[in-house]
């Protein structure tokens, strides 16, 4: 067998990809999550150990952890509506608690999940490079800043080295949240036009290529620094080659949409405002019902202000993208979508890699 490694958020939606992939490279892997998803139960898989664990509980960690080489931290509380105690306590605190685990129990490589929503919103159209300074703007944001703060504090120690992924908006055959969110509301005629009147762009990273980065950097042993400095010397950008004006991108999807409820998709800009009292409304309702709104004020914000990375770093090692430009790739997980009747949003969506629930 190959290196033994951990990959932690097995159940959601980028970890299933993470796993196939380190299946594939001939990994003998450990996949963890509070739950154990249905997809393992494929005969692919057989070779896959699934331990159950909880970020918030160092005890938890200690078996799922013990006999790995490397770790791949994908699991996050990833939700604009949580609260910040909830997303501190598993983004931070369960990043501390994991990286203290691995260290003790001798694993020497850690591959961290960032975000490049670290960056904030308020940059204009300036694509953000690694060296720039973050300035997060929502609490998820925040969350996800000190959990690559407190990764980067582990790097260097006992061996100990770490690298920070981050990644644009991640979409991708079995999402449901972020970008997936944005291509509902198109689908269901809610999102009827494009919010705002500026023209931000934003940057996009396909969901095979985030993983097939983690690993191609993962194997560098240039990708580590283990005398950084500043956690921007062991952090990677990881987008498409082309940011997005939010006006292409709300057409394009429209364009490859079929049957869209309601109101349907025009080109003209409403005012965001609007919107956002809807999102807010949206938000006190799930509040209410003690349930999750369809949209957030944050996700609104992303949409009419965009968030756009740069990733001549990641480029600059010889890495080359699966997916270069989102305009071109959104046919694939349009079509997705459309053909399993966009059953994910019912937490029935399968899964493209095994045809097995994804979640």
Known sequence: MGKKVLITGCGGFVGPYMVDL??????????????KPE???NGRYGGVKFEHSDLRDKKSLE????????????????DFFAGKKDLFRINVGGTDNLCQVAKDNGVKEFINWSSGAIYGKGNGNKLMKETDPPLP??????????????????????????????????????????DASALYLLKKGLLFAVPGFTEPLSSHAHVRDVVMAAHYLSERKESYRQSATDPADIAFNICDDSPARSSDLLN?????????????????RIPATPVKIAAYLAEAWAKITRTKPLFEVDSIDYISRG????????RGTGYRLLYPDILASLKETIGWYEKTNWEVFNNKGKSMLTGLEAE
């Open 137 to 178: 703007t929502d609490n998820y944001a925040r969350s996800k800043w000190e959990a690559e703060c407190v990764a980067f504090r582990h790097n260097g120690n006992n061996g100990f080295r770490v690298i920070s992924l981050r990644a644009g908006a991640i979409y991708g055959p079995g999402s449901r949240y972020g």
């Open 22 to 35: 380190a299946v594939e490279k001939g990994y003998e892997v450990t996949a963890t999550a509070l739950r």
């Open 63 to 78: 078996k799922v952890v013990n006999g790995n080489e490397r770790v791949y931290h994908i699991g996050a509380l990833f």
């Open 39 to 41: 997809y393992l139960k």
């Open 307 to 314: 968030r756009a990375i740069d990733n001549e770093k990641l």
């Open 252 to 268: 394009t999807a429209s364009s490859l949409l079929k049957d869209k409820g309601l109101l349907g998709f025009f080109n003209f």
